[in-house]
């Protein structure tokens, strides 16, 4: 097994604030989060060098995210500083507990990306993930996804790509569409939610979706299917599955986002964690790296928002 020690992970996207249920009906707790910022609490957790670029806003928000950041070792030098506020994220849970959002995101610090901004990527930087609702909202999303675009043709960085759909958010389904198929041609791995294929292309099995973003270029394609595990294909062909695990829910909020991070560590420690590389990744080692993030996301769902495992946590659960 591979060290992650040469590993330097930059993401790139939304830190927001969700304000996640407290009890009475009314009664709500300000948690720090969005998908990129979990991944990156995530990798870092999970030993990995990281740092963010999430555009901060100076507000009494923002000063908690950059706080929360800089104390779980997310290096967060490389965020833009702004004055717009931070954007919030309501969660409710449904009967099966899981997450659902209401945002409020006008005139909001995470969407207004400028060329000038995304180049302050640390020049180390071996990984760049980038994704959620910053990669397809306007008017940011196409300086980020051009940015990705041109890394992943330097072929020096692998980019990895989670689109992470919103519908609420998402606006006209074709164009909400070509904005991740944008994203899907400039990376080398993407993760994908069954429901979020389900939602963008309705009617087509995921298996299918996965085939088709595979002839826009990843190397690997990863499919979650919550209870139900995982499965990825890979551009040399190989596939593989993984099970669910049987948890006690107490809510699924940053579970895919857990399952990113750990996908992530295990690749690397594969070994094939490069661009031409990763799509020559064995079955085997794919079976492991999706055993691997399917265990560190069971742990994220017995925990109360989103609150990702450290390594002690997933080989617990590994071991178990």
Not at 19 to 24: N, T
Not at 230 to 251: K, L, N
Request: glycine share 8%; aromatic share 6%.
């Amino acid at each position: 097994m591979h060290s992650t020690d040469r590993h330097h992970v930059t993401v790139i996207g939304e830190a927001l604030i969700d304000l996640v249920p407290a009890g009475d009906e009314l009664v709500f707790r300000a948690r720090q989060g969005g998908s990129p910022l979990n991944v990156a609490v995530g990798l870092a957790r999970l030993g990995v060098r990281t740092s963010i670029m999430a555009r901060l806003s100076s507000t009494a928000f923002g000063r908690a995210l950059r706080q929360y950041l800089a104390a779980e070792s997310v290096d967060v030098s490389a965020c833009p500083d702004t004055t717009l506020p931070a954007t919030l994220a309501v969660v409710t849970l449904d009967e099966s507990s899981d997450a659902v959002y209401d945002f409020y995101t006008q005139g909001t610090a995470d969407w207004q990306w400028t060329p000038p901004e995304l180049e302050r990527i640390p020049p180390d930087t071996t990984v760049v993930h980038f994704g959620s609702i910053a990669s397809w909202t306007q008017p940011g999303w196409r300086p980020v996804v051009e940015r990705a675009r041109r890394l992943h043709e330097s072929a020096r960085t692998l980019v990895s790509y989670d689109p992470n759909i919103r519908p609420v958010l998402c606006g006209e389904r074709a164009e909400a569409t070509f904005r991740v198929e944008q994203a899907v041609s400039c990376s080398h791995l993407v993760k994908v939610s069954e429901e979020d294929l389900a939602w963008l292309y309705p009617g087509v099995p995921a298996g299918g979706s996965a085939a088709e973003w595979l002839s826009l270029g990843p190397e690997l394609v990863v499919v979650t299917k919550g209870p139900g595990g995982a499965v990825c294909y890979s551009s040399g062909g190989a596939e593989a599955t993984s099970p669910g695990r049987a948890v006690r829910v107490t809510d699924t909020v940053g579970a895919g986002d857990s399952f990113t991070s750990a996908l992530l560590v295990a690749l690397m420690r594969s070994g094939y964690s490069s661009p031409g590389l990763l799509g020559e990744t064995p079955a085997g080692d794919l079976a492991e790296a999706l055993r691997f993030a399917i265990a560190a996301s069971s742990v994220t769902c017995t925990r109360a928002g989103a609150d990702p495992p450290r390594s002690a946590d997933v080989a617990a659960v590994l071991a178990a």
